[in-house]
């Protein structure tokens, strides 16, 4: 596993993408020491990378202007819980947690690619989609180590909520923007099973 600044950097990573859906316990660790490293990260060890601001409230608001047909319940609810939490945006973070940046060599870990959406926000967002790779057991666990690592007391429940907040994002993506390879039907699918969802490979 490589230095976080140095990955940060552009450094090469061996290895592919994950490509199934992964409770390892090794793994999960690993995951967790690398995302603690890369929050503990301080504004002078910054210089250089280019960096914006959460995207959270933005993405909240389109949601209010249009939320996405068919969900407009699940939506509508999943806001006022959003509303109802305070974040602190003051972490570095990747920003684009999913499993097509996540590289893993032999079945573990190696670091995290694609730099671009990194922003300052609250680790919560960094957590808001890698549940559907890792499932809420392997989620817990995470956070559980998190958590004694890092003295901060980070929050499932608050999880669940972005992650929700995500899915009708994505959902209103999709409709707007029509794409075979990412089919209207999976995010549809994936709300109405949710939580117990996980995500289709």
Known sequence: MLDVLT????AWIDGKHMSKRVQDSEFISDLASFLISIHKLKPEQLI??????????????????????????FCEKTIKEFDAITFDETTFIHGDLWYKNIIMKDEK????????KACMGDPHWELRMLRRWIGWDGMEKLIFLYNCSIGTELSTDVVRILDKIALCNSYNERIRKPNPDKPVSVIQDYIQHWPESWWPK
């Open 109 to 116: 870990f190696q670091g995290l690619i694609d730099w671009d």
């Open 7 to 10: 990955t940060i950097h552009g």
């Open 48 to 73: 250089g990378i280019d960096y914006g601001i959460s995207r959270m409230n933005p993405i909240v608001d389109k949601l209010r202007k249009n939320p996405p047909p068919n969900n407009e319940k």
